[in-house]
T-cell receptor, first 111, second 114 residues
C-alpha cells in the first residue's frame, strides 16, 4: 500500500535555502506533488513532477526525484518569511484519481 | 472566478448530533474528495467521487456519509457514529483522467464537537 513520510518540522534563517524531504513506498507512483498550506487555509499546489523525471525547477523551487530510493525533495532558494507554512508531498498511483498525502513538514523561517 | 467553497468555516455541534458540511465547486471538475486533517497526521481521505451519482470509501470512511447528486456539490455528513469528529475538514476537486491533474482545495471547515 501507499505510505508517504516527511519530517514534521524544519527551521531555517531568512535568506538561506530550505530542503524538505519526503519518502514514499509505492514504486508505481506516476506523479508526485508538493502542496503548501498556510495557517487555517486549504492546500495550494506548488509544483509536481512526473515519475520519469529526475529534476524540475520553477523559479525558487527545485524538485529532485530519486526513484531508486523513492525519495523526493523540495528545495526553496532564498527562503522568505512568507514561505512559512506546512508543506505536503503527495503521490498519485494507478490510473484513477486517488492521491496519498504525507504528514506535512512545518517550515519556520526565522527573520 | 472559478473555485471551490466550503461552508461554514467554523462549526460547533453537541455530541450525538449529525452535521453536514457543504462543498461546492464551479470548476466543472468530475472528481471530488473529502479529507480530514489532524495535527501531525497529514490528510486522510474520507470519501471520493469520480463522477455524479458514484462515490467510494477512502481510508477512514466509518462514521461519515456523502452524496453526489450534482456535479458541483459533494456534501459530507458527520454522523454520531464517528467517535472523534473534532477536526479540520478539507474538500477538493480535480479533473478526471490519467494526467497529473492537481487537486484544488477549499478553505476548509473546522468542526468542534462539544
Amino acid at each position: 500500500g501507499e505510505d508517504v513520510e516527511q519530517s514534521l518540522f524544519l527551521s531555517v534563517r531568512e535568506g538561506d535555502s530550505s530542503v524538505i524531504n519526503c519518502t514514499y513506498t509505492d514504486s508505481s507512483s506516476t506523479y508526485l506533488y508538493w502542496y503548501k498550506q498556510e495557517p487555517g487555509a486549504g492546500l495550494q499546489l506548488l509544483t509536481y513532477i512526473f515519475s520519469n523525471m529526475d529534476m524540475k525547477q520553477d523559479q525558487r523551487l527545485t524538485v529532485l526525484l530519486n526513484k531508486k530510493d523513492k525519495h523526493l525533495s523540495l528545495r526553496i532558494a532564498d527562503t522568505q518569511t512568507g514561505d512559512s507554512a506546512i508543506y505536503f508531498c503527495a503521490e498519485r498511483t494507478g490510473g484513477y484519481q486517488k492521491v496519498t498525502f504525507g504528514t506535512g513538514t512545518k517550515l519556520q523561517v526565522i527573520p | 472566478d472559478g473555485g471551490i467553497t466550503q461552508s461554514p468555516k467554523y462549526l460547533f455541534r453537541k455530541e450525538g448530533q449529525n452535521v453536514t458540511l457543504s462543498c461546492e465547486q464551479n470548476l466543472n471538475h468530475d472528481a471530488m474528495y473529502w479529507y480530514r486533517q489532524d495535527p501531525g497526521q497529514g490528510l486522510r481521505l474520507i470519501y471520493y467521487s469520480q463522477i455524479v451519482n458514484d462515490f467510494q470509501k477512502g481510508d477512514i470512511a466509518e462514521g461519515y456519509s456523502v452524496s453526489r447528486e450534482k456535479k458541483e456539490s459533494f456534501p459530507l455528513t458527520v454522523t454520531s457514529a464517528q467517535k472523534n469528529p473534532t477536526a479540520f475538514y478539507l474538500c477538493a476537486s480535480s479533473k478526471s483522467g490519467t494526467g497529473g491533474y492537481e487537486q484544488f482545495f477549499g478553505p476548509g471547515t473546522r468542526l468542534t464537537v462539544l
